[in-house]
């Protein structure tokens, strides 16, 4: 239901020590049911519904899992010249993950304001 209990479940899992920091990744992007039960009720009245909201994390929470994955070299992949960029620069390729996940939220918002 939330990130440190199933942070503690998968470390007590028998995987690769990469596959265990994906998971965690993915999980830390998505937020955990608890933390996003309690967004839910600031996103009252703003136009984000639940369904849309879900949907958002859980995009987050694989574009972590996909990031940490490509900074960890899994799977390897023989087009390096494609990761060379993240990997240099992991900071701002996660705000430019950040700010694409931010659009639709923001959009709507400035919808309903005006």
Same mark, same amino acid.
């Given at each position: 239901m939330d990130v440190p209990s199933g942070a503690l479940r998968v470390s007590g899992m028998a995987?690769?020590?990469g596959m265990m920091l994906t998971l965690l990744a993915g999980m830390c992007g998505f937020g955990g049911l608890c933390v996003i039960a309690q967004s839910l009720g600031a996103l009252r009245g703003s136009g984000v519904s639940t369904g849309e909201y879900i949907g958002i994390r859980a995009v987050a929470g694989l $574009? =972590? @899992?996909?990031?940490?994955? /490509? /900074?960890l070299g899994l799977p390897p #992949?023989?087009?390096?010249r494609l990761i060379e960029p993240i990997r240099e620069k992991p900071l701002a390729a996660g705000a430019l993950i @950040?700010? #694409? /996940? @931010?659009v639709p939220m923001l959009s &709507? &918002? $400035?919808? =309903?304001i005006s």
């Open positions: 995987l690769p020590d $574009l =972590s @899992a996909g990031y940490m994955a /490509l /900074l #992949i023989d087009h390096m @950040a700010s #694409i /996940l @931010a &709507r &918002r $400035l919808k =309903s």
